[in-house]
């Protein structure tokens, strides 16, 4: 179930608001500039294989979702347990672009701090988020993370990350506390 919980910046232990109807989701985040959808998905894909085989089982959604948004980069999220390799996704950050980060399998949190407010997504498998050029974000994924999610970007450029140092994202409530 998607779920999203509205805090003010200055509670993060305390959501001002928690809504699970996805047009209830889908307004209120307009209201804050972005753009939430979900499109059912039939694909049947397990996180944690080698990324090249998730991308050519996704191929047909995922060319799908580039060319509806006009994206031309897109960067994998595939995970099935913890990867200490992996990039630490819960320090906040910001990209160039416009950014479409769409759920295929599993869920993940992506939290959009907007002036005084943090959005923050419970996104299931079929869920889209459209997230504005350097809007402060993160994504959690929970304790033990099961998830296939894309990035999408309208170009490698504009994908790069840029922490902003700001250690307040992790005192928000993460995935597994909801």
Not at 21 to 35: R, S
Not at 98 to 115: I, P, S, W
Not at 137 to 145: A, F, K, S, V
Not at 147 to 156: F, W
């Given at each position: 179930?998607s779920?999203?919980c509205?805090f003010?910046a200055s509670s993060p232990g305390?959501?001002?608001?928690?809504?699970?109807h996805l047009d209830?989701?889908?307004?209120?985040?307009?209201?804050?500039?972005?753009?939430?959808?979900h499109?059912?998905?039939?694909?049947?894909?397990?996180p944690?294989?080698s990324?090249?085989?998730?991308?050519d089982?996704?191929?047909?959604?995922l060319?799908?979702?580039m060319?509806?948004h006009?994206?031309a980069?897109c960067r994998l999220?595939?995970?099935d347990?913890?990867?200490?390799?992996?990039?630490?996704?819960r320090a906040?950050?910001?990209?160039?672009?416009d950014?479409?980060?769409?759920?295929?399998t599993?869920?993940?949190?992506?939290a959009?701090?907007v002036?005084?407010?943090v959005?923050?997504?419970?996104?299931?498998k079929g869920?889209?988020?459209?997230v504005?050029?350097?809007?402060?974000?993160?994504?959690e994924?929970?304790d033990?993370?099961?998830?296939v999610?894309?990035r999408?970007?309208?170009d490698?450029q504009?994908?790069q990350?840029a922490f902003?140092?700001?250690e307040s994202a992790?005192l928000f409530a993460?995935?597994d506390?909801?």
């Amino acid at each position: 179930m998607s779920i999203l919980c509205v805090f003010h910046a200055s509670s993060p232990g305390l959501p001002n608001k928690v809504l699970t109807h996805l047009d209830d989701i889908a307004n209120t985040l307009a209201q804050a500039g972005l753009t939430f959808s979900h499109t059912p998905i039939e694909l049947r894909v397990r996180p944690g294989g080698s990324d090249a085989h998730v991308l050519d089982a996704c191929r047909v959604h995922l060319d799908q979702l580039m060319v509806r948004h006009g994206s031309a980069a897109c960067r994998l999220i595939n995970r099935d347990g913890v990867d200490a390799a992996q990039a630490d996704l819960r320090a906040e950050h910001v990209i160039a672009s416009d950014e479409v980060f769409a759920v295929v399998t599993g869920r993940a949190q992506l939290a959009v701090r907007v002036e005084d407010w943090v959005y923050s997504v419970m996104c299931e498998k079929g869920d889209q988020l459209l997230v504005p050029a350097g809007a402060r974000r993160w994504i959690e994924l929970g304790d033990n993370p099961f998830c296939v999610a894309v990035r999408l970007t309208k170009d490698e450029q504009g994908a790069q990350l840029a922490f902003t140092g700001d250690e307040s994202a992790r005192l928000f409530a993460a995935i597994d506390e909801f």
